[in-house]
């Protein structure tokens, strides 16, 4: 057998093996690990219906009042709220108050940032809080702690908190 054929045998041998690979990862894509279909609703919707939530990411939608009110049933799910956007969180994460028109209000963090805060989320709460306009928050409640988020909306745009930035920009802090 000469070089060209045994390159020849190499060659095919290497396209079985990414044909083999491609299969197994669409395969796996496919079968469950594609993202699940986002469905908005409320807590009585989902318990009248559990079934037809089942394999759906599930947020539920609340007013800050109801969740301050009757905080058990939100915990540990991902839920949406919106409010006015109030003072800075004074923790270790970053984070702001949401508050509703009676004054009520409930805390919204993200636990990525640690020393810096991603700039584009940070400069649409510094434009909600300042102007007095509503913001959306949706990520996991935990009672006792508030909103670990996972995005903000604001002005129709949708800002992925846990999205951390390379570029570090200054100003750190707003006033």
Known sequence: MNSVELL?????EM?????GYVVI???????GCAPKEIVRTDLATVHANPEVYKDKRVILKTEIAELINNPIPYDSEEIEVSGVVGKDSP??????????????????YETNYRLIS???????????RESHEKMTAVGFFKDGFGIELSWIEYQGKTIYTNYISNIRIIPMNWP
């Open 8 to 12: 020849g045998q190499e060659n095919q």
């Open 15 to 19: 396209k079985r093996l990414l044909i």
């Open 25 to 31: 990862c669409l395969t796996a894509y496919l079968s």
């Open 91 to 108: 923790g270790l994460d970053w984070g702001f108050y949401l508050e509703d028109e009676t004054g009520k209000r409930v805390e919204c």
């Open 118 to 128: 991603y700039f584009e989320a940070d400069l649409a709460v510094y434009n909600a």
